[in-house]
């Protein structure tokens, strides 16, 4: 048996009551949607995921915090050769994710509704495509910035489930999780590619502007929008 790691998880697992409807979505719908036996209970051995019975032969996405689900439900349609897994442990933004899966008859996303950290264990490795970590938990305070996902805790695993030129995208709106952003993130074993200043400044071509960037936005804060490639 794998020894389980001590891990602190210091975000929300639940706010404010759900409504009658979603709590019928995550009673009808997330066991259908889980991507495997991520828990340590059900995978102590921790087995790596079949992702070619998950999704075939597609490549696979992989979205960390997606928060209300509306930038994963998007990629997931736009990209219907595309297997995408969401990692969210806060339940009131999965179950908003999946009224949207069913409004949006998507049927290429897998859902953990738990810490990244115990999908990464049991992702192959060089098994994701592409990453993306949108308006992360910017734990402001100096004595936070440890919990901040870009730290060796978070980004070594994912770097090791990622494919050689593998593309991370980061969207943020703190100037100072930028600068850890750049930092960190290139010693995980990743390239910034970015060349002019709208590399940064303007959003991806296939962006869709998600509730915590318009509230970014009402607030006067500038969205930073940064791309790295997994260096092989």
Excluded at 22 to 31: C, I, M
Excluded at 120 to 129: E, R
């Amino acid at each position: 048996m794998t020894e389980r790691p001590h891990r602190n998880f210091y975000g929300r697992i639940k706010g404010k009551t759900l409504k009658d409807s979603q709590k019928t979505y995550l009673a009808e719908d997330l066991a259908a949607l889980s991507p495997g036996d991520v828990s340590w209970d059900d995978n102590p051995e921790r087995v790596p995921l079949d992702l070619e019975a998950l999704f075939g032969d597609r490549p696979v996405w992989l979205e960390v915090g997606f928060g209300g689900g509306e930038h994963l439900v998007h990629q997931a349609a736009q990209n219907p050769g595309v297997g995408i897994i969401g990692a969210e442990p806060y339940i009131n933004g999965v179950a908003m994710l999946l009224g949207k899966i069913r409004r949006a008859g998507v049927d290429n996303l897998a859902v953990h509704p738990g810490d990244a950290r115990d999908l990464m264990d049991v992702l192959p490795p060089a098994s994701i495509a592409r990453a993306f970590l949108l308006y992360p938990d910017p734990w402001p305070k100096a004595r936070h910035h440890r919990r901040r996902f870009v730290t060796p805790e978070h980004l070594e695993p994912l770097a090791r489930v990622m494919k050689p030129d593998a593309v991370l995208r980061v969207a943020t709106d703190i100037p100072d999780y930028v600068r850890q952003t750049l930092e960190e993130v290139p010693k995980a074993g990743f390239e910034w590619l970015a060349e002019r200043p709208g590399d940064w400044r303007e959003s991806w071509d296939d962006w869709i502007s998600t509730r915590y960037e318009q509230k970014a936005l009402r607030e006067g804060r500038v969205p930073h929008y940064l791309t790295f490639r997994r260096l092989g």
